[in-house]
């Protein structure tokens, strides 16, 4: 008997890891069809063995099948989502309520419950704990690939293949001052085909292997996110928005997603495209908090829950691409999420300090840093420096303002005509143009976050980059680091135009860039045409300070030989200023520059500069860069920050219209099997009321088309009896039927009893308000407490596209 | 005689009445695993009495190996995150044994111009306690009085890193890249051609036919089907890789062709 039992667990533990293992094919989806591989067939002779345990053994192997436990278990695939759809918050969240109630009240029967919903409440925690280290991780493993890569272009390690140009030198003495990174062992592409790096030959030679080596990075990223996953193109940061907000998209965080795209953005960065790898970066970590939520059932099975996951995931991502986890925890708070209550707050906390932590274990740089254009320096600003900051913020919101508006047209061209059809081509193109031009510029021709490290970094005596070349003064005696303002060289002359030549190239290319079919991120361009901005207005300010301290503006604090204004500062504030300016973050953007720098005195300037950028940029256009592309897109997103004041009254925006025919109802009994079908397939709506019956219009409930379908069709396949001429009902007791007719179909466990309704006249702004704070997916309208008609998401989403002179059919999902 | 063994093995399968793959899966545990113990119900095949000793350990090892499958299959799936975690792990060891390694740690001093000399960079494999001027700059280029002024203007910075962290990272990142560049090139030009030498043509233009389908009942019958199917190992990887290949497909019409998302 013992022996038997303990077979019987055996199989109960095979069919177990069995439903997993199938389940794993549906691992992609975004949201695996919840228990759909459920082994629910009764006829089989393992009967599922939870179901009565206790029942004896003789019993449960020769179980006859039952009809009517349907009903008491959900079926596979009831309460979930189609691809393209909308989840609707309220249901999720009182299932969620609903099986946190069952575990608590369980847990005070035996040990053993006690022990699940101990590690049912913990494995929130864990769940962080797993995203976080597995984002460091890939973000380490990002950022020392993309190393290597981007200085293979120029040549190659011949002691260690795998080194990079700084590590490949990392111990040699034969660097000097001037050139930092030389040594024998490094030797560029010209070096190794024609022997020497001297001369215009191998000046081009150089130049071919490096738009060479682009031109591949880039068709090979172009190539595979073509072949093995489509979604793995763009920032994702609009898409993460709009799934955090209750969209579905299938796969769109899946395995192959992640793999993709983690691959290609490597490829993507070192293909030296004006492109960064910071919003990919939170699209890897919501990849990341996806897959890792399959181990929980908690999460597997909750899309409210999941959201929550990736909303600290979203966080985890801005942590490791900016070494700032604050920032990222805030990013997530201000630009992503949808729903953050306290508890995600804490939890995207721990995920961001376990990511850091993660990166910094692996050092991807080799300096202790978590990001390479980390800066540091204390020198204090002058009040009158705001006068620049704040002329730096325009300029960011003026950038910002033009840079969406390009990139949307540009978008659209690609979307609509011919362009659009050409992905690998445009790539090519792309990578073809940005190569060719880049070279001959040394501040275009190293990666964009070098760049950015040049331009945030303080010329002190130990510099000897060409932007640091200052004439020397003959005070320099004084033995220590703090320089006084000094006249520029020639050569700073010289980076000056180089400087200002690579604004205009980068400003241009970004608008082209962003939104091709490869992994593109836009913070680092952003940031680079701010701080290049601010680096020249910087030096300027300099060198007037330096020629004309005599002036009133400079007298009292920047007499002669005083070190008054700091070029790497303008530089960092206007990279603040533009990136404001184009995703319009406030807080979370002053907090991750705050962290890059570690320079508490520079809060406000910096909050100075994105406050004004942001005006400004307001003023020119209303939304941000990923609020544009939703919109661009069609995606169902109700933006939680816009305001609506129009005076329209909830009849103006339901369905159906005055002229349309009667809303689409089911009775709650009274309907036959195969009316229903007929209804559904006549009809194309997700949900359908249910009244007591067509003359009253009395609301009872709510059903989903989709689990209408997947009950009746599970019915008609397994329940006796049940053919196209038996009875649905709703209701809670099934009356007495003639012996005659065909057993009934009861179908309460998937109504919805509890369906929000508003009545006809309340006003349009309620609606949309409680839509947003509840994350409604429908609303039935009634008047007089009969039903009258029903708002859904994409109505209300409609309507406003039609207040704002928009095209309403651009609303493309529901 | 011989045949006892034989029957035993298959006969304790189907008593057991499991499902068909969970005695797939675990006969392919069991084979290596189960074959002392079938070699030894060879040996004890003549005594009845050992007989039945030699089913009870089998049963034992079929146990074994079943909470082994049922441990393992989901394991299966998680192979991505396990190589990421393994990564992850081995390149913190990695980092834990070599990072005392001479080559991967350095003091670098900076010594800006000073009056006539010029500017020099210092490379010296020395502890983080003997990261100073008067350590690594070797030779001293100015004397006595002026060695203190030298040395204050100079830079000193201890750097780690992790050589092993970085090969390993990079050859990881190249071989995975290599994979999916020689499976992307098998799936574009290979199986075409081995499915058009081996169909012929008509049949290819079909299967691609009779993808869509657009009854609301079909896809609820998708769900419902693929409980009810039990297909082997083999049948399972293959309709898995089916599945993978149309939604890529359906994922490639929506963003490439019809430019609906992320465009």
């Given at each position: 008997m013992a022996s038997l039992i303990l077979m019987m667990n055996n199989t109960g533990y095979c069919s177990e890891s069995f439903n997993s293992l199938q389940s794993a094919t549906s691992d992609e989806d975004m949201v695996e069809i919840a228990g759909a591989t459920l082994d629910f067939s009764s006829t089989d002779d393992v009967p599922p063995l939870d179901r009565d345990h206790g029942a004896g053994i003789g019993n449960g192997l020769k179980e006859a099948p039952k009809l009517m436990d349907f009903l008491d278990e959900p079926l596979p695939g009831v309460g979930t989502y189609e691809d393209f759809n909308t989840i609707d918050w309220v249901r999720e969240k009182s299932k969620d309520r609903d099986r946190h109630r069952e575990i608590a009240s369980q847990s005070k029967e035996s040990t053993w419950a006690l022990m699940k919903s101990i590690s049912d409440a913990f494995s929130g925690w864990l769940l962080m704990l797993f995203v976080g280290l597995m984002s460091g991780a890939l973000a380490g493993g990002i950022d020392i690939s993309a190393h290597w890569m981007t200085d293979l272009k120029e040549g190659v390690c011949l002691s260690a293949f795998w080194f990079n140009h700084e590590h490949c030198c990392w111990n040699s003495n034969e660097n000097t001052f001037q050139e930092r990174d030389k040594c024998p062992k490094w030797k560029s592409w010209a070096e190794l085909i024609?022997?020497?790096?001297?001369?215009p030959f191998a000046y081009i030679m150089n130049y071919v292997m490096y738009v060479c080596w682009a031109l591949l990075f880039s068709f090979l990223a172009v190539s595979l996110v073509r072949a093995f996953a489509p979604y793995a193109c763009g920032s994702g940061i609009p898409e993460i928005k709009t799934i955090l907000s209750g969209f579905i998209i299938r796969g769109y965080l899946g395995k192959w997603t992640l793999m993709i795209k983690t691959i290609t953005l490597v490829l993507a960065v070192s293909s030296?495209?004006?492109?960064?790898k910071e919003g990919p970066l939170v699209h890897v970590a919501c990849c990341c908090g996806n897959i890792l939520c399959h181990l929980f059932t908690k999460y597997r099975k909750n899309e409210a829950k999941r959201r929550e996951v990736l909303s600290a995931a979203a966080a985890v991502g801005v942590s490791v691409a900016f070494g700032a986890p604050i920032g990222g925890v805030l990013f997530s708070l201000e630009e992503v999420s949808y729903y953050f209550p306290l508890k995600t707050l804490w939890r995207s906390f721990f995920a961001a300090l376990v990511a850091a932590f993660t990166l910094r274990s692996i050092n991807p740089f080799g300096n202790s840093r978590l990001v390479l254009f980390y800066v540091e320096f204390h020198s204090p600003w002058h009040l009158v420096e705001l006068v620049p900051f704040v002329l730096l913020g325009i300029f960011g919101g003026i950038w910002g303002a033009f840079f969406i508006r390009a990139n949307i047209m540009w978008c659209r061209r690609r979307k609509t005509t011919r362009l659009g059809h050409y992905p690998v081509l445009e790539v090519l193109v792309v990578t073809a143009v940005t190569a060719v031009l880049a070279f001959p510029n040394s501040y275009t021709r190293m990666s964009t976050s070098e760049l950015i490290s040049e331009l945030f970094n303080d010329c002190g005596l130990l510099d000897s980059s060409q932007l640091c070349n200052y004439a020397n003064?003959?005070?320099?005696?004084?033995?220590?680091?703090?320089?006084?303002?000094r006249p520029a060289s020639h050569d700073v002359y010289t980076a000056m135009w180089q400087l200002a030549l690579a604004l205009v190239f980068k400003m241009l290319i970004t608008v082209v860039t962003f939104g091709m079919k490869v992994p593109s991120g836009l913070f680092i361009p952003s940031m680079a045409v701010g701080a290049i901005a601010g680096r020249l207005l910087g030096v300027g300010m300099e060198q007037l300070a330096y020629y004309h301290h005599d002036w009133v503006l400079f007298r009292g604090w920047c007499s002669p030989g005083a070190d008054c204004i700091t070029p790497g500062l303008y530089a960092m504030v206007g990279a603040a200023a533009c990136l404001g300016g184009v995703t319009r973050m406030t807080v979370s953007l002053v907090v991750i520059m705050f962290e890059l720098t570690g320079g508490l005195e520079y809060i406000v300037p910096l909050m100075a500069a994105t406050m004004t950028s942001k005006w400004v940029a307001d003023a020119l256009g209303r939304e941000g860069i990923y609020e544009a592309h939703i919109r661009l897109n069609g995606y169902p997103f109700l933006e939680p920050k816009e305001e609506f004041s129009h005076k329209t009254l909830a009849m103006d925006v339901m369905r159906p219209r005055r002229s349309d025919p009667p809303l689409s109802v089911i009775t709650q009994d009274g309907m036959s099997v195969e009316e229903v079908e007929t209804l559904i397939t006549d009809t194309s709506y997700s949900g359908f009321p249910v009244v007591v019956s067509h003359e009253s219009q009395r609301l009872v409930g709510f059903v989903l088309r989709r689990d209408l379908v997947i009950s009746i069709e599970n019915a008609r396949q397994?329940?006796?009896?049940?053919?196209?001429?038996s009875q649905i009902f709703f209701t809670e007791y099934t009356p007495p039927q003639l012996p005659s007719s065909p057993s009934p179909l009861k179908l309460r466990g998937i109504l919805d009893l509890s369906p929000f309704t508003v009545t006809d006249h309340t006003a349009m702004d309620i609606v949309v308000d409680i839509f947003r704070k509840l994350g409604l997916r429908q609303c039935l309208v009634t008047h007089n407490g009969r039903l009258l008609g029903i708002i859904t998401k994409k109505d209300i989403l409609k309507h406003m596209a039609q207040i704002a002179n928009r095209d309403p059919d651009s609303i493309l999902f529901n | 005689m011989r045949v006892v063994p034989v029957h035993l093995f298959p006969g304790e399968r189907t008593s057991r009445a499991g499902p068909s793959w969970s005695a797939d899966l675990c006969g392919r545990i069991f084979r290596p695993l189960g074959s002392p113990a079938v070699s030894a119900s060879f040996q004890l095949r003549a005594k009845p009495t050992e007989y039945t000793e030699a089913r009870r350990r089998l049963n034992a090892v079929l146990h074994l190996c079943e909470s082994c499958s049922s441990m393992s299959a989901p394991r299966s799936r998680r192979a991505g995150r396990v190589l990421v975690a393994l990564w992850f792990l081995v390149t913190l060891s990695v980092q834990q044994t070599e990072a005392k390694n001479s080559e991967d740690i350095r003091c670098k001093c900076i010594c800006p111009p000073y009056k006539d000399i010029e500017g020099q960079i210092y490379n010296q494999n020395v502890s983080l306690k003997d990261c100073n001027c008067l350590h690594v700059v070797?030779?001293?280029?100015v004397e006595g009085k002026d060695v203190e002024a030298y040395c204050l203007r100079c830079e000193c910075k201890y750097e780690e890193r992790s050589s092993g962290t970085i090969k390993v990272t990079i050859i990881i990142y190249l071989s995975v890249l290599g994979l999916l560049l020689l499976y992307m090139v098998y799936l574009t030009l290979l199986e075409p051609m081995l499915k058009r030498r081996l169909f012929g043509h008509s049949q290819l233009i079909q299967s691609e036919d009779d993808v869509g389908d657009q009854q609301p009942f079909a896809n609820a019958h998708d769900v419902l089907s693929r409980s009810r199917s039990r297909p082997n190992m083999l049948n399972k990887v293959e309709h898995a890789q089916q599945r993978w290949r149309r939604q890529v497909q359906e994922q490639r019409k929506s963003v490439f062709d019809r430019h609906v998302v992320l465009s």
């Open positions: 024609i022997g020497s790096n001297d001369g030296g495209l004006s492109l960064g003064v003959s005070d320099i005696e004084r033995g220590s680091n703090a320089l006084p303002d397994r329940q006796d009896g049940v053919v196209s001429t | 070797e030779p001293m280029p």
